[in-house]
């Protein structure tokens, strides 16, 4: 069970705070559409105002200033930690795909045993995206940095500048498709080495910026001994052969299986 967290519990920066939570007020005002009412409300929860309030305390985060994007299981927010763009990404703990969630996880040989709530699940699977993102990022795969991780908040490197994120594959226009799935191979190469398999690899799933493609939303990566890790690994390689193949590239799911095992 995560530890109980109170303000009084942390020396608070309150002059942060405030400026924390007037922000966020802020952001639930100029929202029209109810659910995403609902969403900002089911973010910023008590228990996870108090983690945010705990990094900021110990330095991993400095200000968190915008929304930048809603996944299907979290938030992503532009933020800076000692002056440095970062990114910080809150899951959502009451969680429409939480099912989904604990697929992956309790499949997984490094989260054996696990059992408990579903905050306690939630605070796994982001532990879980940290330690991807830690194996990837050793193996030399392009993926945001790992920075800090605290319960059910993943603080990690910034993808994009002041004007924009880095865009989803999906949404750029490429003048050489083939060179860009050539980068993205060598990203699949990359994970294999680190000894996982990503699960669920798409154009929705991988930035674009500075010409050179990043792998993201690794939480459900698995390692190589997981039961369904050769399925999933057929799926990722599917949909790699399809979108690249629909971009007019003569490729395959075999040719692709060919070269990101080397065989």
């Avoid at 395959?252 to 299986?257: F, G, L, Q, R, Y």
Wanted: glycine letters at 6%; charged letters at 30%.
């Amino acid at each position: 069970m995560c530890p109980p967290l109170s303000r009084n519990r942390l020396r608070l920066d309150e002059k942060k705070l405030l400026v924390l939570e007037e922000r966020i007020d802020g952001w639930r005002a100029r929202v029209k559409d109810d659910s995403q009412a609902k969403t900002y409300g089911e973010v910023f929860d008590q228990r996870t105002l108090m983690v945010i309030y705990k990094l900021i305390n110990e330095g991993a985060v400095s200000t968190v200033d915008y929304p930048v994007s809603t996944g299907k299981e979290g938030n992503v927010f532009h933020a800076t930690a000692n002056g440095e763009p970062v990114a910080l990404k809150i899951y959502r703990v009451s969680n429409a795909a939480f099912r989904a969630l604990s697929d992956y996880i309790l499949g997984d040989p490094r989260f054996k045993g696990l059992k408990g709530s579903k905050r306690k699940i939630i605070c796994a699977w982001a532990t879980k995206e940290y330690k991807n993102l830690e194996r990837m990022h050793l193996s030399g795969t392009r993926v945001p940095r790992p920075i800090a991780v605290e319960e059910n908040i993943l603080v990690m490197g910034y993808l994009g500048d002041e004007t924009m994120p880095a865009p989803m594959l999906k949404s750029v226009k490429l003048k050489d498709p083939e060179s860009v799935m050539d980068d993205v191979i060598d990203n699949m190469k990359c994970i294999q080495k680190a000894g996982l398999v990503h699960g669920d690899l798409s154009e929705y799933n991988i930035l674009i910026w500075d010409g050179k493609t990043y792998i993201i939303d690794v939480g459900q990566a698995v390692t190589l001994d997981h039961v369904n890790a050769n399925e999933w690994f057929k799926r990722d390689v599917e949909n790699v052969a399809r979108y690249f193949r629909r971009l007019g590239c003569d490729i395959t799911p075999e040719a692709v299986n060919q070269r990101v095992r080397g065989v």
